[in-house]
């Protein structure tokens, strides 16, 4: 019952994914459309175009993994899987991540505990909204926005100038045609994904990202600039409250309003810091990049049969899955300038640092050229991740990788405290 991957998308995640994939005795070759300068067997595919995907799914007989939410919120599961095995939820069940209004409104339909909120299409009523308000505000752009649409605001005028960015420059286009104003809670962000066949849900292991650009949470949301995994904020209480209230209740919301969610489901969490209650900030369909890379390096499960059994949906018929115990964190190594403005096409040295079992070089913006050399190809552009009997450890192991990585003088750029766990 071997199989062949098709691994659709290009970032660290997918690496990371077909990474893990590549290890399984379940698995033959792993293709990857289009992939990236650290992948092989690359496929120059349109992420967006599904019939070549199905095409070549058929004809070298793939299962199919889908690692962004683009080709997921357009449909490619609804295309596919009459056809083909396919690992993703369709687009009816994506709109959890494809609309932050539909997923607002379904969580106080289904009491699944997120801040208060109210939803426009109209800028002058939302700033009117604004002014009247009291409250601190998040400026969320409805539609996707690749992790940049959500603008946390500090100030009255913040939120007026976001609503503006949004919904009158378009910065995000038609992303931002509606927008969701919700109350700003504080705490500390938590990752929290699951595998589910529609029925069931299986966690894997807890994470957390870092989602500004610079040291100790300063300048603009980027897509991600670290994780790590676990996070020491979900003891086990927390764990089985975030199961009950939570993922449970979605998968089984979901099902009730006749759209499964056959996939990766990961609840973007607020561990709010006066009462440690967790709320659920959004929803993504997918695998969060690059806590995705910190949790495939603990993985010790074989990845494909609860690929498969999602697929099948009989998750229920598989154990939880087991965990290497030591910490992994993720530094991602990006163009200076990301998020704004980047340069793109330098020659990336250093990639032949040894790395031991315990260290991984993520690939996500590079690409190969004609003679075989990496180049840059997008704002993040490696994850560089490992595994330490501590944290401390981890990191010494990920940043000493650094060291040895560069792509011309100082034009790289990276957070230097990724895995320093000073949560207040
Ligand atoms: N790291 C955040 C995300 O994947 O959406």
Same mark, same amino acid.
């Given at each position: ?22 290890? +399984? ?181 807890? +994470? ?217």
């Amino acid at each position: 019952m071997t199989k062949n991957i098709l691994m659709v998308g290009s970032g660290g995640r997918e690496h990371a994914l077909g990474w893990k994939l590549s290890k +399984s005795n379940f698995v033959n070759n792993i293709y990857y459309a289009p992939g990236n300068g650290g992948t092989f067997n690359n496929l120059d595919f349109d992420i967006n175009k599904f019939e070549k995907i199905q095409r070549f799914a058929l004809e070298f007989d793939c299962m199919v993994v889908v690692g962004p939410e683009e080709p997921l919120t357009k449909g490619i599961v609804n295309e596919l899987s009459g056809n083909v095995k396919i690992f993703g939820p369709t687009k009816e069940a994506s709109r959890l991540e494809s609309s932050k209004s539909f997923a607002k409104n379904f969580m106080k339909e289904n009491n699944i505990p997120t801040p208060s909120f109210s939803v426009f299409t109209n800028p002058d009523k939302a700033i009117d909204y604004i002014r009247k308000s009291d409250k601190p505000l998040v400026i969320k752009a409805d539609g996707l926005a690749a992790g940049k649409g959500v603008i946390v605001c500090d100030s009255e005028n913040d939120a007026i100038e976001a609503v503006k960015r949004i919904m009158i420059r378009k910065e995000f286009g038609l992303s931002g045609e509606k927008i969701v104003i919700e109350e700003r809670i504080f705490g500390n962000e938590v990752s929290f994904i699951g595998i589910s066949d529609g029925n069931n849900i299986i966690p894997v292991a807890t +994470s957390q990202d870092y989602k500004r650009i610079y040291d100790n949470d300063k300048g603009p949301n980027t897509g991600g600039m670290g994780s790590f995994s676990p996070s020491p904020l979900v003891d086990e209480e927390l764990f089985s409250q975030i199961m009950n209230r939570i993922m449970n209740k979605t998968i089984h919301s979901m099902r009730n309003d006749n759209n499964p969610v056959k996939g990766f489901l990961y609840a973007g969490l607020m561990i709010e810091k006066e009462t440690s209650q967790p709320y659920v900030l959004e929803y993504n369909v997918r695998m969060g990049d690059p806590e995705c890379q910190s949790i495939m390096m603990r993985l010790k499960s074989d990845l494909y049969l609860y690929l498969q059994a999602t697929i099948e949906k009989n998750l229920d018929n598989l154990p939880e899955l087991e965990w290497n115990p030591n910490p992994a964190i993720c530094v991602v190594m990006a163009e200076r300038g990301y998020p704004i403005k980047h340069e793109k096409g330098n020659l990336i040295n250093g990639l032949d640092t040894p790395v031991s079992d315990k260290t991984m070089i993520f690939h996500a913006g590079t690409i190969k050229d004609k003679d075989g050399n990496i180049l840059t190809n997008g704002g993040r552009v490696l994850g560089i991740t490992a595994l330490g009997k501590d944290f401390n450890e981890a990191r010494g192991n990920a940043y000493n990788i650094i060291k040895h990585i560069n792509w011309g003088l100082n034009q790289q750029y990276f957070r230097t405290d990724i895995g320093k766990l000073n949560m207040t």
